[in-house]
Structure formats: C-alpha cells, structure tokens
Nanobody
C-alpha cells in the first residue's frame, strides 16, 4: 500500500511564492510517476505537472508554465520519495486545493485512474 501526504499549503498574497511537498511512502515508491493537480471551488480538477521515475517532466497546463515547477528528491530510497511543487508569482486564480498523486511506472502520458492520492493541501492567494 502506498501513502501520499502533501504539506506546505497556506495563505499568501498575490505575487508571492509557495512550495508544496508530497511524500510518497511504500514499497518501490521511487518507481512511481508523481503528479500535481488542483481543484478550485466550482471547477473541475486540473492537472499541473508530472515527473516520472526518470525525472522526465510533463507540463499539462500552459497557463502555469514559467510560474510552477516540479522536482523530486535525489534521495531515492526504495520505500520513500518526495516531490515538490514550486509556485511563484501566485495569483488569486491559483487559489485551490492542491493534490499529489502517485501512479505505478507511468511516463506521465496516461490516465491517473489507478493512482494513489493525497488528502490535499489548501492554497489561498489573497489579492
């Protein structure tokens, strides 16, 4: 069983930066593709970024390019890995619940139907 836990959410002002982290623990955790998603009130879930086990990055949204980044730690313990979402120049439209997901052996091009999901981290951007 894989566990996914996000942390680092909070309240920031527009223009500020915020980093989220997501720890994935469980057997072979370092072999999962890791993705960040968000869901704003009254909107559908939106895919942001994904990084696979070879550190290949896929950006799902043009609207966040240049402001959002992703990386995973180099300490590739078999049973634990951490992925980060780096956000800068935040806008009020970025207010949402941010979710991390882990999917087995993917290359970030497929669906996330079988993924393990975290509980989410709330990010609120005041204007």
């Amino acid at each position: 069983q894989v566990q996914v836990v996000e942390s680092g959410g909070g309240l920031v002002e527009a223009g500020e930066s915020l980093n989220l982290s997501c720890t994935v623990s469980g057997r072979n955790a370092d072999r999962y593709q890791l993705g960040w998603f968000r869901r704003a009130p009254t909107k559908e879930r939106e895919a942001i970024l994904c990084i696979d086990r070879f550190d290949k990055i896929t950006a799902y949204s043009d609207s966040m390019k240049g402001r959002f980044g992703i990386f995973r730690d180099n300490l590739r313990l078999n049973a634990k890995t951490t992925v980060y979402l780096l956000m800068k120049d935040l806008k009020s439209d970025d207010t949402a619940m941010y979710y991390c997901a882990a999917d087995w052996l993917g290359d970030c091009s497929g669906s996330w139907d079988g993924a393990f999901w975290g509980q989410g981290a709330q990010v609120t951007v005041s204007s």
